[in-house]
């Protein structure tokens, strides 16, 4: 019999079911779309991670997004180890607070003022309370496929863990609440028009990843941005840019860099902590002025702005100023996806690699992927054999077709050969079994 290499893993999975829903703290990890055992992870270094048995994996997931650094860069553990000996949370401002958001201001010009919180969701749910409370409508505009965290009312027809597990919403949402969330199709204008020509003075905001990385990676189409901008404008409503995943990753200045499109809120996430929990949400500054203790609108958190996500954010940010970063990303990155065009057209495996800088997903779908509907073509089971293939070659990569891959700074030349010559193996596979 083979020796089972993830028998720690299996142990400790089984165990973690008695305490923790699923075994897990985030459903994606569970891996039940993909068929695999979940792991448990004890270090990463670099590129790599390792579980609890022992195994190595490049590591394509990189917390989500927040480690466009790599794992455990010692610029930033430095920085956090010095940050810990001070303290590690007060309840009361830090100088790291002004440090960051004046960081984050400069990269996004159309950030003025901005608060902190402690994770995306949190960030969303409060740019759409104070959306409404400058605004005085109630209802809103997302796109399908669209992920905004786990809020009430931004949990229909949602992407990430809930197209993973094709759960098409959440009980425990209020009827009330859902019927506020209007939803439109991503990278289809016409979609949005006809809900503002249906709630013209209704609608609060259009909430959009403006680099949709929740159903798989879904570039706007050329414009789309830009026409959703005037819009929003012309129906008075708020356009609130939900760059949790794209902010510093696509471009320093975030996807309203790349695409020269000004939101007038945006919401931040993962980068911006240097993989410690954080979340941001900030825009113009007559908007953010509504914020309590300055204006009407509450929202509040024992942690915000803690010193040790500040510390992380800050370092981390610092290192992608540095000249060449995004190019080096976008050279990494591109030479993953022509591998993987490369393998799949010389095995026969139809499939769209879809990519922005260092986002990528790679759609076992024949035609090309412009929504969510499209998105949903894909073949899921096909991409689970994926996923295994990948696993058993040592290479960790997102566990659901509906996420981004991600590529980070510490991926080498070496990282990207052993990657694209699996890609070769399970393709072949595939083609072979296809004959
Ligand atoms: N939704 C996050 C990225 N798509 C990942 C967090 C999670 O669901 O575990």
């Not at 992407?159 to 098409?168: C, K, Q, R, V």
Request: charged share 20%; glycine share 10%.
């Amino acid at each position: 019999m083979p020796e089972d290499k993830f028998k720690r893993s299996r142990k400790l999975y089984a165990e973690a079911q008695r305490y923790l829903p699923g075994g897990v703290d985030s459903p994606v990890r569970a891996h039940k779309a993909v068929g695999a055992t979940p792991l448990f992870i004890e270090r990463g270094k670099g590129s790599k991670i390792f579980d609890a048995d022992g195994n190595a994996y490049i590591d394509y997931v990189c917390s989500w997004g927040p480690l466009i650094l790599g794992h455990a860069r010692p610029e930033v553990v430095r920085a956090l180890k010095k940050a810990a000996e001070r303290g590690t949370s007060f309840g009361i401002s830090t100088e790291l607070e002004i440090q960051l958001a004046k960081i984050i201001a400069a990269a996004m010009p159309s950030i003025e003022m901005l608060r902190f919180v402690n994770s995306g969701t949190e960030a969303t749910m409060t740019a759409l309370r104070l959306a409404r409370a400058f605004t005085g409508c109630d209802k809103i505009i997302k796109f399908a496929g669209g992920y905004h965290g786990h809020a009430d009312g931004l949990l229909t027809t949602a992407g990430s863990g809930l197209a993973t597990l094709d759960l098409p919403d959440s009980p425990g949402v209020p009827a009330s609440h859902a019927q506020n969330t209007l939803t439109a199709r991503y990278n289809d204008l016409s979609s949005v028009e006809q809900v503002f020509h249906r709630y013209p003075k209704e609608i609060a905001a259009v909430i959009i990843e403006p680099i949709a990385a929740n159903m798989g990676v879904v570039p706007p189409l050329p414009d789309f941005l830009n026409d959703l901008r005037l819009m929003t404008r012309d129906y008075n409503a708020l356009l609130i840019f939900d760059e949790v995943i794209t902010g510093f990753r696509v471009a320093y200045g975030g996807a309203q860099e790349l695409y020269g499109v000004t939101p007038d809120l945006t919401c931040l996430g993962k980068i911006i902590g240097g993989g410690l929990p954080v979340g941001a949400y900030g825009g113009r500054r007559e908007i953010m002025k509504m914020i309590s203790p300055i204006g009407p609108v509450y929202q509040a958190g024992t942690l915000s702005g803690n010193p040790l996500a500040m510390t992380a954010g800050i370092e981390t940010i610092k290192l992608l100023g540095r000249p060449n970063v995004y190019t080096q990303l976008e050279k990494t990155a591109s030479q993953l996806q022509d591998s993987i065009r490369k393998s799949a057209a010389d095995n026969g495996i139809r499939l769209q690699v879809a990519r922005v800088s260092s986002l990528l997903t790679v759609f076992f779908n024949a035609s090309a992927v412009v929504d969510y509907e499209s998105a949903r073509q894909s073949d899921t089971s096909r991409f689970a054999e994926f996923f295994r293939g990948l696993l058993d070659r040592g290479i960790y990569w997102p566990p659901s077709q509906f996420e981004a891959a991600f590529i980070s700074l510490a991926h080498n030349d070496k990282d990207i050969r052993s990657t694209s010559n699996a890609f070769e193996e399970i393709f072949r596979d595939f083609g072979s079994r296809e004959k």
